[in-house]
Structures are given as C-alpha cells and as structure tokens.
C-alpha cells in the first residue's frame, strides 16, 4: 500500500495543465465561455463571501432583536439587511443559524462532504473538507478545537451540527469583551470565518 | 460499507488541517469554476435556454456519487480539488462531450507551455445563466401536501440503509435512537433518486439530536450533543423499528 502514498513530484504541474486542458475543451466544445469561469470566482470575491456573514454577526451583536430572529428566522432575517438579491441563492437557499452562549459552544460540520452556507461564508476553506476534521470533530470537538487553539471547558455543552441535508448553517460566535463601544463596521472586522463554523472565538483585535 | 459513508468518528486519523485557505493552487480555481458553470447549466434547471452544448444533469449528487465511488485510500491520497479534476473530467468523458485522447493531448500542451492562452469564444446568455444560477439557486423544496409522522421532542429510530452509490444518512447515525430537535416547513427532494437508500422525492426533513456518549459509549469526550438533519425517509418509529 506504500506506493499508492506516493506523491509524484510533478502532481501539481500535472494537475494545472489538466485542469487548463479541460476548461479549454469545454470551451472548444461550446459548453462555457473564455469568462465563465472568472466570472465564477468574480462573484464570490465580490458578492457571496465571509464579509456578508461578517455583517450579519455584527449586526446581531448589536441589536437583540435581530439576533433572535435570525436564530428563529434565518433567512428573513438576512433578507431585512439587504445585502443582495443573491443571499438565498446557491448554497443558501435554507441556512439555520445557532447563536453561541455562555454555557453552549456551537461547531459546524458536513462529514459526508463539504456542505457550506455560500453566500454567508463563500466556499468552504480546506480544514472544513479535512477527513481528518470531519472524523474527529463529533467525537473530540475539544481536541479538535485545542489545535485551533481554542479551549473549551468539559462543562460548556458542546453541539455539533452535520449538514446533511437541506440546511446550511453557520454560527452567531459570542460578542467579545472590551468591544462596547465599537461600530457596527468595527465589529465586522472581528468576524472571521472560522468563528461563524465553531472553530475559532471572534477576538477583539 | 463506504468509509466516505462513516468517516464521523473514525479514529487515529492524526492532527486535523488548519489551513484556512480555499485555493492552494491557482488551477483548482479553475475546476471550480467548471464545476459551478456545469451546476448552473444543467438541464433540470428551471433557467432561462442558452447555446451551451451542455445536455445533462450535473448536481452536487453526480459529484458526490463519484466521490463515495472512490477506493477510500485513494480518498484520503487526494485533496479536495484532485478529486473534482479526475470526478468532472471522467464525467466529460463519460458523457461523450470529450475523449480521453484529447484531454490527453491538449494536457501535454500545457504542460510544454503553461502559458499557452485559453481559447476566445463569447456567448453572453451561457455567462448569464451561470449568475442566474449562483444568484437563485436551486431549492429543494416542494410546493407538495406530505404528512409529518413525528414532532419536536419525539423519539426516532434512524434507518440503516444497504450501502449503494450515494447516501445522507452520516454512519455513526444509523440505527440510533434520536429525538427531534426541528420540524421543517414543507417537503423537500433529493437531487436524485436513491431508491435503495430512501430518499428522492418529496418528504418532510427534520433536525435529530443524540448525546455523543450514545454513539460512541466511554469513547468520547463528555458533555457533547450531535444534530444532525435527515430526511423523513430515513426515520422511523420506535414502535416500528
């Protein structure tokens, strides 16, 4: 079993000029376009990415209200922010979100594949797609979350949630201490994609 | 049994990934640009008719089938975007859209001049339904009358489903008892039909939630609870089970 290990050394050159083989292919062939695929990665550098979710969190850690009804209703909820036509559009057509209390720490897991709220978050980062995570984080979330740096105590419960349906969800991490009177901008900046998937605390700078 | 159907909890896997990047190299950028431009083209879709040569179905279940497909070491070998190049071109191949010969060839091009440039061809309408796509997506849910056999706070058995090509149900759930957490709204398909397995048409979907130490006794750490979402087609009844 040691050769199927092997890492050849040109894998990746391989795989880059597959990869450009086959866009050229399919463009060829009149199945995409010469922009397809920019056009693709345009729209989660521009559109659906982390600094939605970021707002969203924010906007939660600063009114009550809205961070009850996003946990009760998460998609009328984001759709009072106006934060684009696209919000429940791939990947988020119904997103759950779970607030994080004292007491209750809240991860984010898909361990059949890669399930992540798109327009939220924009596309899963490669520890969410570890085999590895994905084995352990149900069994040891608190040894899993020790080598994220993150320390969670016996007596805080901790829920894990596989999406492995139709739901796609993220997240409310807790406020940070000494953030009182920050703006709601300021505030988004704290907000990172790992805290909004259970892995890491939003921290104040 | 799949080990990509039962990877929860398997055990001395070593330290988990940490990297928190999307992309490590610039050309899996490119397989998931295909990858999203095949899901926005494909033809179960209620989008607007485009020139696209594109003539099948291409859903999350297609890559996912192909995935579950893989000889598990060979699973674990590859990383994320390895397995979508070798998932999506075997489809392209398949599909008769392209030969082996020629990806072959032009592959040997590239790799002889990286530089060489992609081919120009403009047609707005195909660029435009990609948007479309990313911009509405495509909900399973179903304007359809279903019944809802349980209610927040029942018990419910999870099914054990013979193993075949694709599935939901995670493997450290099956034949578990849970209790519902969360009854959806409405009724909900699968992006294809698993006849063996249970799921495919429209059914209820329902939250369930068990204590870790049920799945895995003296075998895990304490104090933790595991949800996880199910079609209706895989629960059951204690009473039944």
């Given at each position: 079993m040691a050769n199927l290990f092997e890492y050849d050394s040109d894998r990746e050159k391989q795989s880059a000029a597959r990869a450009k083989a086959l866009e050229a292919l399919l463009i060829t062939k009149g199945i995409i376009t010469d922009k397809t695929v920019d056009q693709v990665l345009d729209f989660f550098e521009t559109r659906m990415g982390p600094f939605n979710g970021a707002k969203i969190v924010a906007r939660a850690w600063?009114?009550?209200?809205?961070?009850?009804?996003?946990?009760?209703?998460?998609?009328?909820?984001?759709?009072?922010?106006?934060?684009?036509?696209?919000?429940a559009g791939a990947e988020g057509e119904h997103m759950r979100a779970v607030a994080n209390e004292p007491g209750v720490h809240n991860i984010i897991i898909c361990t059949l594949c890669s399930c992540y709220p798109w327009p939220v978050l924009g596309l899963?980062?490669?520890?969410?797609?570890?085999p590895a995570f994905r084995s352990r984080a149900a069994r040891e979330p608190r040894a899993v979350l020790k080598e994220f740096g993150v320390d969670v105590p016996e007596e805080v419960h901790v829920k894990?949630?596989?999406?492995?349906?139709?739901?796609?969800?993220f997240v409310i991490p807790e406020r940070p201490e000494?953030?009182?009177?920050?703006?709601?901008?300021?505030?988004?900046?704290?907000v990172t994609p790992e805290s909004m998937m259970g892995v890491a605390l939003a921290k104040a700078a | 049994m799949k080990l990509q159907h039962h990877l929860g909890g398997l055990e001395a896997v070593g330290p988990v990934s940490t990297d928190i990047r999307v992309f490590v190299e610039d050309w899996e950028t490119r397989i998931f640009g295909i990858?999203?431009?095949?899901?926005?083209l494909s033809t179960q879709l209620d989008l607007p008719e485009t020139p696209s040569s594109f003539r099948t179905i291409w859903t999350w279940a297609d890559l996912r089938k192909g995935a579950e497909a893989m000889n598990p070491f060979e699973y674990f070998k590859y990383r994320y975007y390895e397995k979508w190049l070798g998932g999506i071109s075997g489809y392209f191949i398949e599909n008769d859209y392209i030969t082996e010969e020629e990806l072959d060839a032009l592959t040997e091009e590239y790799l002889a001049d990286p530089d060489k440039p992609l081919p120009e061809v403009n047609v707005a309408p195909i660029d435009e339904r990609v948007i479309q796509y990313l911009t509405v997506g495509d909900s399973p849910k179903r304007d359809v009358t279903v019944s809802y056999d349980f209610e927040a706070g029942d018990k419910v058995v999870v099914a054990d489903p013979p193993?075949?090509?694709h599935s939901r149900v995670p493997g450290f759930m099956r034949g578990l008892t849970c209790e519902v957490e969360k009854v959806y709204d409405g009724a909900y398909v699968y992006l294809c039909d698993i006849e063996e397995d249970g799921i495919g048409p429209a059914m209820p979907c329902y939250t369930v939630g068990v204590s870790a130490d049920e799945i895995w006794p003296n075998n895990v750490e304490p104090n933790v609870t595991v949800f996880a979402d199910l079609y209706a087609g895989y629960l059951k009844s204690p009473e039944y089970a």
């Open positions: 600063m009114d009550p209200d809205f961070k009850q009804k996003l946990v009760e209703d998460t998609p009328a909820a984001i759709e009072e922010l106006g934060l684009g036509d696209f919000m899963p980062p490669y520890w969410y797609k570890d894990l949630w596989d999406s492995s349906a139709q739901i796609r969800w000494g953030t009182e009177g920050m703006s709601e901008e300021e505030l988004a900046a704290l | 990858h999203s431009a095949m899901m926005a193993s075949v090509a």
